[in-house]
């Protein structure tokens, strides 16, 4: 169990039998009245997010999230294929599931799989990957210097902005986080 007063970013807890993890949160004394903690949350499994106050004696049971790391096999249309890199078992998950995901992995990619009480809820791609850039205008000589960006097109579909003197066929590096490009590799 912990505490509302306890309550910092990137704690899971179970509240109203769903589970929340902190977003954000602030302790609150005001003149007069009691102490509050006004929280923002994100519900893991449907992605909503709400923001709510407690009172920081509240007492919440915390939520035990299991991550394993897995490998994207494959997509049969419905459904996305991922092997335990432990077991070989292979695990296939709809799109709700790994849409967060998707355009930044390729088969073969090692992901993390999260689970709540043994259900996979979302997939998690590595901070930084390196996919091909299939589609964008050509780049012109002397285009370096300059900050100005063009639109391109990832292998996985994904459209981001790059610099002008990235070209069709270019690996380039992708901070998943932010879905913006990096460096050219």
Known sequence: MITAGDFRKGITVEIDGNVWTIADFQHVKPGKGSAFVRTTLKNVMTGAVLERSFNPTDKYP????ETKDMQYLYSDGELYYFMDVESYEQLPLNHDQVEDALPYIVENDSVKVRFFKGSPFSV????????TVTETEPGF?????TGTTKPATLETGYRLAVPLFVNEGDRIRVDTRSGEYMERC
């Open 141 to 145: 000589k002397g285009d370096t210097a």
């Open 124 to 131: 998690e791609p590595p901070n930084f990957v390196e996919l």
């Open 62 to 65: 915390r939520a035990m999230i």
